[in-house]
């Protein structure tokens, strides 16, 4: 019977597995969906949708599949041109909408009692409303509609007034759950876990219980207790992170500053170097995201005390013209120490065995017009800062050498 979703959610790129489809069944057949529309969504995503990045392509796949589907929630397609006027909502200024009053059901948050209203005005109303505190409408103070004064309830068409509503018809609310989106702070810290590298050859204190050697010890000792303890096991990690500032990536400030807070939140790290560049690395690295000269670290002082076994991570679109990676006699911030940028970033691959660059918007294939791009592309290892792209990237980092 819902042969068509499946391979509609398998379009979509859900990865089902025979095993979770025929699970889908059996609840389907122990009826625990009921009748609702409604129900058979959440059980259906609870069984088939593995991870949260995967909630969208679901929602895509379900309303692709069911959005015609007659059930008791749905809304006519006559209601919904009554309701869904989009010059309605500039008709009438902010001020004059923030000025209506809202009535007693303005108050009422309970969610199965205002769809149970709703139903009921379904049944009842046989027109258009505009205004008023009762039929469902635009402008008006009931708990749905679309564009009232309501703050909280249920939008049906339009656009959103006060962004209060908690269930919104339709709505595309997984979107930036996505893998293939930009990433926030939360997905970063995520991402950042898989750099883990674990050992207890440190010279640190035994501070934690060996429970395997303890049981040996006490039985080897006649049953009296003997308690042995061991070194903790550390992330031996150390961590070198370079980030493109100012330019072309004025408009990732936000992202590159979630992901500073990110590293730093991860405080699991055995060491942690921030720095910044603009547009390349030359014979030096600045200390803040400004790029002030002379606060700023020589790029060979780096090689001298940041050993090899760092894992690096650059971050920049590498957008600039070609002189500025080929030049050797210098660039408009000042000199090269006689190396051209594309020679500091080939002393950069020879020193750190493991390096990748993180690119917030990189394109597919090659351009002569992104002819720098494509060069740093051909030298490291390149992925776009997405979900996805991260989590490649840290595998990169981790695979052995």
Request: aromatic share 10%; proline share 2%; glycine share 8%.
């Amino acid at each position: 019977m819902f042969i068509d979703f499946f391979y509609t959610c398998k379009a979509k790129g859900l990865d089902i597995s025979l095993n979770e489809w025929l699970t889908l069944q059996k609840a389907l057949d122990k009826d625990l969906c009921g009748s609702s529309l409604s129900g058979f969504y959440y059980i259906a995503r609870m069984i088939l949708v593995k991870s949260e990045t995967d909630f969208d392509k679901f929602d895509l796949a379900f309303s692709e599949c069911f959005q015609g589907i007659e059930s008791e929630d749905i809304i006519s397609a006559q209601m919904l041109r009554w309701l869904d006027k989009e010059d309605m909502y500039d008709m009438v200024d902010e001020d004059k909408r923030n000025m209506l009053n809202q009535t007693e059901e303005s108050s009422l948050i309970d969610k199965d009692e205002i769809e149970e209203k709703l139903k009921e005005r379904i049944n009842e109303q046989d027109s258009e409303h505009n205004g008023g505190n009762y039929w469902i409408g635009t402008m008006g103070k009931t708990s749905f509609g679309n564009t009232g004064a309501n703050m909280g309830g249920i939008r049906i068409g339009g656009v959103t007034g006060h962004q209060s509503a908690f269930a919104v018809m339709g709505a595309h609310k997984y979107k930036d759950f996505r893998d293939d989106r930009i990433i926030d702070n939360r997905q970063f810290q995520l991402a950042l876990r898989k750099l883990r590298q674990f050992s207890t050859n440190l010279d640190i204190p035994r501070t934690e219980l060996d429970i395997n050697r303890t049981i040996d010890k006490t039985c080897n000792n006649g049953g009296f207790l003997r308690i042995e303890m061991e070194k903790p096991r550390k992330n031996t990690v150390k961590l070198l992170l370079l980030m493109d500032s100012g330019g072309t990536m004025i408009p990732y400030s936000s992202l590159l500053n979630e992901l500073f807070q990110s590293v730093h939140k991860s405080n699991h790290y055995k060491e942690v170097k921030c720095y910044y560049f603009h547009n390349c690395i030359y014979a030096h690295v600045y200390k803040t995201p400004e790029c002030i000269n002379g606060d700023w670290v020589e790029t060979d002082w780096l090689f001298r005390n940041l050993s090899s076994d760092y894992k690096v991570i650059i971050v920049g679109d590498a957008a600039m013209a070609p002189e500025e990676l080929y030049s050797e006699t210098g660039n408009y911030r000042g000199p090269n120490g006689g190396i051209s940028g594309f020679g500091w970033l080939n002393l950069m691959k020879r020193h750190y065995r493991k390096l990748v660059w993180l690119n917030p918007k990189m394109a597919p294939g090659h351009a002569p017009w992104r002819e720098a791009e494509t060069a740093v592309k051909n030298l490291f290892p390149m992925y776009k800062l997405t979900v996805a792209g991260l989590k490649k990237a840290m595998e990169e980092l981790m695979t052995a050498q």
